[in-house]
T-cell receptor, first 117, second 113 residues
């Protein structure tokens, strides 16, 4: 069975500082990995995704993530955060359609990023 | 395109009442999903549909029913609401099988008293 663990429920950080949001997953088959962002009172928006190829994935708003198969991790990073990055971030995993998963996304519990001036 | 829309945005129900949440997408997506979001638990899949006229159970289907009579609409029904169903409900849709991104609606906040 697949599962996703987001290691920090809350991450406070000062504006212009770097940030890393950690995500580990468990799966017995090949996976696809996603980071979504949820701004207050809004739906989820895709930040970036890893399907195959380069393990360093760049997304919107200056975020990037690195897929590490040996450590089963997909940590999200940004070198310099802004106040507007304050939101909840969700890591999600889905296994290949070929394995009959119908692209069901399994979500982590979320990490609340609070950027302070 | 409006994308994925959800109706209503907010609702308060009394225990035992019934209601239907409507999800509509104008992107001609085949797959549609209903999730619930609870604090500290992320999003959990309630039901999903891989095409018009088909539905399947997700992780937490008990107490909910769904229907997909038209490709663009996916309805989530609560026949007899319980306080445990207080949550934020999100609908999502996805296009062809080669693309794995799901597109989410803005959510419906439901409170059951």
């Amino acid at each position: 069975a697949q599962s996703v663990t987001q290691l920090d429920s809350q991450v406070p950080v000062f504006e212009e500082a770097p940030v890393e949001l950690r995500c580990n997953y468990s799966s017995s088959v090949s996976v696809y990995l996603f980071w979504y962002v949820q701004y207050p009172n809004q739906g989820l928006q895709l930040l970036l995704k890893y399907l195959s190829g380069s393990t360093l994935v760049k997304g919107i708003n200056g975020f990037e993530a690195e897929f590490n198969k040996s450590q089963t991790s997909f940590h999200l990073r940004k070198p310099s955060v802004h106040i507007s990055d304050t939101a909840e971030y969700f890591c999600a995993v889905s296994h290949s359609f070929l394995f009959g998963g119908y692209n069901k996304l399994i979500f982590g519990a979320g990490t609340r990023l609070a950027v302070h001036p | 395109n409006a994308g994925v829309t959800q109706t209503p945005k907010f609702r308060v129900l009394k225990t035992g009442q019934s209601m239907t949440l409507l999800c509509a997408q104008d992107m001609n997506h085949e797959y549609m999903y209903w999730y619930r979001q609870d604090p500290g638990m992320g999003l959990r899949l309630i039901h999903y549909s891989v095409g018009e006229g088909t539905t399947a159970k997700g992780e937490v289907p008990d107490g909910y029913n769904v229907s997909r009579l038209k490709k663009q609409n996916f309805l989530l029904g609560l026949e007899s609401a319980a306080p445990s169903q207080t949550s934020v409900y999100f609908c999502a849709s996805r296009p062809a099988r080669e693309t794995y991104e799901q597109y989410f609606g803005p959510g419906t906040r439901l409170t059951v008293t």
